[in-house]
């Protein structure tokens, strides 16, 4: 008989995550298992991505409403959700300013799910292995009914602040614990030493014909290049772990030295507004564009000269693996994680944090025509296919 199995996220909306969920459902053999997916709510522009092999299971309006704003929680008539949400985002809040944590939005979404609980229905299937696949894994611990639970990890826990002890309860759920990158794994070691056993390290899968096909379906329209202006880009959710705001300063930097450049971002999020606002405030509206979101953004990567991630930290950024499948130059900043991403001087530049270190990262490159061509170089002589990633989650699955 098939496996059952379970695989749960929260949409398919663009994001990095959203891509490698869509990664590892193309690699799943749907000859040896039986694959649910759930999805709290349908919606997203990687729908279509989805391929044939999973069953995607009816939306459930309890669980849509973690997509919903308490607004419309209100309106549909939860109002155990909405209070309990309500609760939940001043009480984020609240713990973040004592605190003083830079990014509360983790502890609101936490706290949403620990006071929410309650009131979501369980799951009447029974599946071998439950697999939630974006955090927090609060679903699949009290939810559903499964013989093995397996929750992953796409961030760093250095650089979030999170209720330890719901977090310890939640995770104590899991019998395996996957985490994207060896560097994840040893920041969330570092706080929850007593699940060291559980975990296991895998990459997100990747496949660079898929990401070649992309880049070739569609012609982009925005970017216009120009012999002598170099073309920069960035793709990511606009939030203050990607570090765009540094970005804009670099660019300010580098545009008053003189330097011709254009720098398009692709991407969406909650810090727009404040992004604009400081775009106009340093004036360089011409130099630096908020792209918006878009379904397909390598079409936009194989146009730039230099791909720039100029991140405050990342779990494992999908984005520069794509970047290099491109054969593009590629910039990152020093992020925790950043040498589980790129071999320093080989295949990409590894600069220091911030608008200073980022300017000083395309100064170089920029200037520096042969370093370019060697990073393109290397980076067309690798190979950066890992759909073999899937062996071991089927390890953690038969296991």
């Not at 982009?220 to 804009?248: F, M, W, Y």
Request: hydrophobic share 35%; net charge neutral; proline share 4%.
């Amino acid at each position: 008989m098939k496996k059952k199995i379970l695989i749960t996220s929260f949409d398919l909306a663009i994001g990095g995550v959203e891509r490698s969920l869509i990664g590892l459902l193309n690699q799943f053999d749907y000859a040896i298992y039986d694959v649910d997916l759930l999805l709290f709510k349908h919606e997203g522009e990687f729908l279509s991505f989805i391929p044939d092999g999973p069953n995607l299971l009816p939306e459930e309006p309890h669980y849509s409403t973690f997509r919903k704003s308490i607004y419309q929680i209100v309106k549909d008539g939860y109002y155990p959700i909405a209070i309990s949400r309500l609760i939940a985002k001043y009480s984020g809040l609240f713990h973040g300013k004592v605190k003083k944590v830079e990014e509360p939005g983790y502890l609101t979404i936490q706290y949403g799910w620990e006071f929410t609980n309650r009131y979501l229905p369980d799951l009447n299937n029974e599946y071998d292995v439950a697999i939630g696949f974006l955090w927090p894994h609060h679903f699949i611990g009290d939810k559903v009914k499964a013989k093995k639970k397996i929750g992953w990890i796409h961030t760093d826990y250095s650089n979030i602040y999170v209720n330890k002890n719901i977090e310890k309860k939640m995770w104590a759920k899991m019998d395996d614990i996957v985490v994207v990158s060896e560097e994840c794994s040893q920041t969330f070691i570092d706080i929850f030493p007593d699940f060291k056993e559980k975990i296991t390290v895998i990459e997100n899968i990747l496949s660079p014909d898929f990401v070649r096909d992309q880049a070739k379906v569609e012609v982009q329209k925005e970017i216009s290049k120009q012999p002598e202006k170099t073309i920069l880009v960035t793709v990511g959710r606009l939030t203050h772990a990607k570090g765009l705001d540094e970005a804009i300063r670099a660019c300010k930097q580098l545009v008053d030295e003189g330097f011709d450049i254009e720098w398009y971002v692709v991407g969406y999020g909650p810090l727009e507004n404040e992004l604009r606002n400081l775009i106009m405030k340093l004036g360089v509206e011409r130099q630096f564009i908020l792209l918006g979101k878009k379904t397909n953004p390598y079409p936009y990567i194989a146009t730039c000269d230099i791909y720039v991630q100029p991140s405050r930290y990342e779990g494992k950024a999908v984005t520069i693996r794509e970047a290099q499948v491109l054969g593009k130059p590629v910039l990152l900043t020093n992020f925790p994680t950043a040498k589980s991403q790129a071999d320093n001087g080989f295949d990409a530049l590894i600069t220091e944090c911030g608008h200073e270190g980022i300017a000083n990262g395309l100064r170089k490159m920029i200037n520096n025509d042969e370093f370019r061509k060697k990073l393109v170089n290397n980076v067309l002589s690798r190979d950066y296919g890992n759909e073999n990633e899937i062996n071991k989650i089927y390890s953690l699955i038969n296991n």
